[in-house]
């Protein structure tokens, strides 16, 4: 069952990301941002999907480094 593991070990690590990025965007889009000045597609709002998406490439990025650093250890 090595390929159950492995794809239970990597829903796993990416969890942490998925339960910061996609209440993020909901809460933003759904609840904050309609009801604000901002409202609507507009830089502000585009800025906000970026500056939130972001953190998925900082994310894998970290992941991959600690992964470099168990090997080296």
Do not use: E
């Amino acid at each position: 069952m090595p390929a159950a593991s492995s794809w239970h070990s990597r829903v796993l690590l990416y969890a942490p990301l998925a339960l910061h990025v996609l209440p993020t965007l909901v809460i933003g889009f759904v609840f904050v941002l309609p009801s604000s000045p901002i409202a609507g597609v507009n830089q502000y709002t585009i800025a906000f999907a970026l500056a939130v998406l972001g953190f998925i490439p900082a994310y894998v990025a970290g992941l991959r480094l600690a992964r470099g650093m168990q090997h080296n250890a």
